[in-house]
């Protein structure tokens, strides 16, 4: 008997031991080695011999001084940039108890970029002096706001996923806000916003290296209350533990490093979910040996991102590290989707559903058709007056007669009946998108086919810069759709799990995000113009975006009103619909696909634009309920309400300046939003 627990103990030990060798030793090792290699590439690569003689034998040389002022400078930027990323995603998958938890999944580092560009603008010598306050100030608002969007401590880690997302897009929609309408005060900030590693002297890692390695000196003193915090709360209280201090702390830490990030190379994303998970998938869960282990695997991920970037150098350019990032992140993002779909299926209150209720004294549905039809044509009448040329009311009712003046038949008309058209088409993609996935704060933008849409456009635009214009809208069509073929082969052997889809359409839209970053960078576009058409935008807008629209919009619309009574089913729950004989999978892949197809033909006529099929959605079922047949219609209507006003406000707003409509709909809806996340945090 003494001989078997001898046996045992000697065999964990070894396996401790074995463990420890790969984590630690293995970890140290392969970081040299990065090191060394990082050293030898830049705009011309040096030999072995040459960076040895650089690093133990230093001289007067250009080429020593390029290895010690701006190559190593780079990589221990890297290094320290990585540790503290995949720091924070230690702290706030801890905090919040959700393993999809980091600075980019939370928005921190979307908030940080916010504060930082609008300094830029508005207090630009504060930018130079503050970019940490800046940076920490933002990314902490961002978190709270997606903390408090997700529900708080009833959130599930695909609600807290899809919080973090929305709150990006929206934070995101206000920085390309500014640098549109101020290029030169933003000018050289869009390369940074992609995250980029490139130092020129030492000063970012002197600036940055104290505040890094506080923050990480205090996670790691907390590394008995990090472990009570994955207790139950009643379990961690009872055992002595502050909870509420514990959590805040650890979440100001997670802030800190990650603002002390994003101050220096921009917002960089997935370091906190890849380095951490690697850990674990290794058997280290207590904090003490995490957070050390994360410091070096997070270092050595960023430094292989950066290796990995140049690269590609001679050939398509150098890659912003952020893209990188995101190309090899986005797997693990995939993979923990479809390793804890079953959990958060199976726990209470797991399902993705965030109810925002509806009111409680409504219209009757025939009453609020026709008051919306009503403001509909009010609005577009008033669109037509709209413009740097004033046109009067009997004028603006003629042409829609179309008996009126050609110059506003030919240009006006086009351009107002486009963003009523596509307005209806994506608050139709909203609706159906949500019906399927059960969550009504899910939209286009969120499951990748907005992102897709301009990636295919910027590819068409990049690879054939001479060819028409006319297969624009093609172009982004076909990467919509590539985006959502994608999204649901992933998802479909989980039987397109709710769960699924949008945790995939969030890993997907991160990607196609990161390589816009990259194509606009390597186009040599200016960034305004590109900014202007990824925004979404009605300008110029012809009579043949129009016929398109509507000869989808004709199709489609009857189609995703037809599926109404099974779309209704989906509400009750898998189980349940399968119970009642819906045919799940198919219903489920009938609707997106609607969905899909409509937010496709929209972003390829007036641009990404988001937040319509989120927003006018959410405004028809709290004023119609969710009878699907009567939120299609509805929908229909508001959702092209709002692109009409956003499109008149844009042209005169800042004339004869025009803002694009896509900014414009997310600046007005962040208020509406805003409202959704204290109601849906109430209920």
């Not at 990585?82 to 995603?89: C, D, H, P, R």
């Not at 920085?175 to 005060?185: N, P, R």
């Not at 590394?223 to 139950?232: F, I, Q, V």
């Not at 009997?394 to 008309?413: H, K, T």
């Amino acid at each position: 008997m003494k001989r078997t627990v001898n046996s045992a103990s000697l065999s964990r030990f070894r396996t401790g031991w074995t463990k420890s060798g790969i984590v630690f030793g293995g970890g140290f090792a392969l970081l040299f080695v990065l090191l060394f290699v990082s050293l030898t590439y830049g705009q011309s690569n040096m030999s072995v011999h040459m960076v040895l003689e650089a690093l133990f034998a230093r001289e007067d040389k250009l080429e020593h001084h390029i290895v010690w002022e701006m190559r190593m400078p780079r990589a221990a930027m890297a290094m320290l940039a990585g540790s503290a990323l995949a720091v924070a995603g230690v702290l706030l998958q801890t905090i919040t108890r959700n393993p999809l938890a980091s600075a980019g999944t939370f928005g921190i580092n979307a908030g940080a970029y916010f504060v930082v560009v609008l300094a830029a603008v508005f207090l630009p010598a504060l930018k130079t002096e503050m970019p940490l306050l800046l940076a920490f100030i933002g990314g902490a608002s961002a978190a709270v706001m997606a903390y408090v969007l997700a529900g708080g401590k009833r959130s599930t880690p695909v609600r807290m996923a899809l919080a973090g997302m929305i709150v990006t897009l929206v934070l995101s929609s206000f920085t390309s806000t500014m640098q549109l309408l101020y290029e030169d005060e933003t000018n050289g900030l869009f390369i940074w916003g992609s995250g980029s590693l490139i130092q020129n002297d030492w000063t970012g890692v002197q600036y940055s290296w104290m505040w890094i390695a506080g923050g990480l000196l205090v996670a790691l003193v907390m590394t008995r209350a990090l472990d009570m915090l994955e207790l139950s709360e009643e379990t961690a209280q009872s055992l002595g533990q502050r909870v509420d201090r514990a959590r805040i702390v650890a979440l100001l830490i997670a802030v800190l490093l990650a603002a002390a990030t994003v101050s220096v190379v921009g917002p960089i994303g997935f370091i906190g979910l890849i380095a951490p998970h690697l850990i674990r998938l290794i058997g280290y869960y207590r904090h003490r040996v995490l957070l050390p282990a994360s410091v070096l695997w997070g270092a050595n991920v960023l430094l292989l991102a950066d290796i990995v970037s140049q690269m590609f150098r001679s050939t398509i350019g150098e890659l912003p590290a952020g893209v990188v990032t995101a190309i090899l992140g986005a797997p693990w993002l995939i993979w923990l989707a479809l390793r804890g779909a079953r959990e958060e299926a199976a726990t209470p209150g797991g399902s993705t559903s965030m109810s925002i209720g509806i009111l409680r004294k409504r219209l009757s549905y025939p009453v609020l058709l026709m008051l919306a039809t009503g403001l509909l044509l009010m609005c577009l009448i008033g669109a037509l007056l709209l413009g740097s040329v004033q046109v009067p009311v009997s004028e603006a009712i003629a042409v829609l007669l179309g008996q009126g003046d050609n110059v506003l038949l030919e240009l006006r008309l086009p351009r107002v009946m486009a963003a009523l058209l596509a307005g209806a088409a994506l608050a139709v993609a909203g609706a159906t998108i949500q019906g399927a996935v059960r969550n009504p704060l899910a939209d286009p933008s969120i499951i990748g086919v907005t992102s897709g849409a301009g990636v295919g456009a910027l590819i068409w635009l990049v690879a054939i810069p001479s060819a028409s214009a006319a297969f624009l809208p093609l172009a982004a069509m076909a990467g919509a759709i590539v985006s959502a073929v994608i999204v649901y082969a992933l998802a479909w052997r989980r039987g397109l799990h709710p769960t699924i889809l949008i945790l995939v359409g969030i890993a997907v839209t991160a990607v196609n995000s990161a390589i816009v970053h990259f194509l606009v960078i390597q186009s040599g576009m200016s960034a305004a113009p590109a900014l202007a058409w990824l925004a979404g935008t009605t300008y110029a807008r012809e009579w043949s975006e129009v016929i398109q629209l509507a000869i989808f919009l004709a199709v489609l619309l009857p189609a995703a009103w037809l599926l109404g009574r099974r779309v209704d089913l989906l509400a009750f729950g898998d189980q349940t619909s399968v119970g009642l004989g819906l045919k799940l999978q198919r219903t489920r892949l009938y609707t997106a696909g609607i969905g899909v197809i409509l937010s496709a033909v929209a972003v390829s006529a007036v641009g990404t634009i988001g937040f319509i099929g989120l927003l006018a959605p959410h405004a028809a079922r709290m004023a119609a309920g969710n009878n699907h047949r009567r939120l299609v219609l509805l929908s229909a209507i508001l959702g092209a309400i709002m692109l009409i006003i956003a499109d008149a406000i844009g042209r005169v707003a800042l004339a004869p300046k025009q803002i694009p409509a896509g900014l414009v709909v997310a600046l007005i809806g962040t208020p509406y939003l805003l409202m959704l996340m204290f109601r849906s945090r109430a209920r």
